[in-house]
């Protein structure tokens, strides 16, 4: 059984933040852990407006507080988020992410981020980034 609580988490090297400004990130669950899946509580910032595209990885969103938008570029189809909203990445979509309030995230990674992945120019993580080492 693997146990972890997200005050201690944001208080260790799990904790990442965006060098660009826009998010932080606390990766409680990665690939290390084995459950083929990694699990994050994203907080994106107020007036956040950024790009992402993964281009090799699949992810479910959940918002827990805070409210925005995420817009599909195929389309420019906006979707509001709010509590309780999800939005789920299945066809690696090429989005916009904006946050109208701070907003905090539940994130699922297929396959699992290693923990220490930020966005590259164009908006995709790294499918071998380096691992987070727990102190």
Same mark, same amino acid.
Not at 98 to 127: I, T, W
């Given at each position: 059984?693997i146990?972890?609580?997200?005050?201690?988490? /944001?208080?260790?090297?799990? *904790?990442?933040?965006?060098?660009?400004?826009?998010?932080? @990130?606390?990766? #409680?669950?990665?690939?290390?852990?084995?459950?083929? !899946?990694?699990?994050?509580?994203?907080?994106?910032?107020?007036?956040?407006? !950024?790009? #992402?595209?993964?281009?090799?990885?699949?992810? @479910?969103?959940?918002?827990?507080?805070? *409210?925005?938008?995420?817009?599909?570029?195929?389309?420019?189809?906006?979707?509001?988020?709010?509590?309780?909203?999800?939005?789920?990445?299945?066809? +690696?979509?090429?989005?916009m992410?904006?946050? !109208?309030?701070?907003?905090?995230?539940?994130?699922? !990674? /297929?396959?699992? #981020? +290693?923990?220490?992945?930020?966005?590259?120019?164009?908006? @995709?993580? @790294? #499918?071998?980034?380096?691992?987070?080492?727990?102190?």
């Amino acid at each position: 059984m693997i146990v972890r609580n997200l005050k201690d988490a /944001n208080a260790s090297a799990r *904790r990442i933040v965006s060098p660009d400004g826009n998010w932080e @990130s606390t990766r #409680l669950l990665l690939k290390d852990d084995g459950m083929g !899946f990694s699990f994050h509580i994203t907080t994106i910032y107020k007036d956040a407006d !950024f790009h #992402l595209h993964y281009k090799k990885h699949l992810e @479910s969103v959940y918002c827990i507080s805070g *409210r925005g938008e995420v817009e599909t570029l195929s389309d420019g189809v906006k979707y509001p988020i709010e509590p309780g909203t999800i939005y789920i990445l299945d066809k +690696n979509d090429d989005h916009m992410l904006r946050a !109208f309030e701070e907003m905090q995230m539940a994130c699922v !990674f /297929n396959p699992p #981020l +290693n923990g220490k992945e930020v966005h590259h120019e164009d908006g @995709s993580y @790294s #499918l071998e980034a380096e691992a987070v080492v727990d102190e």
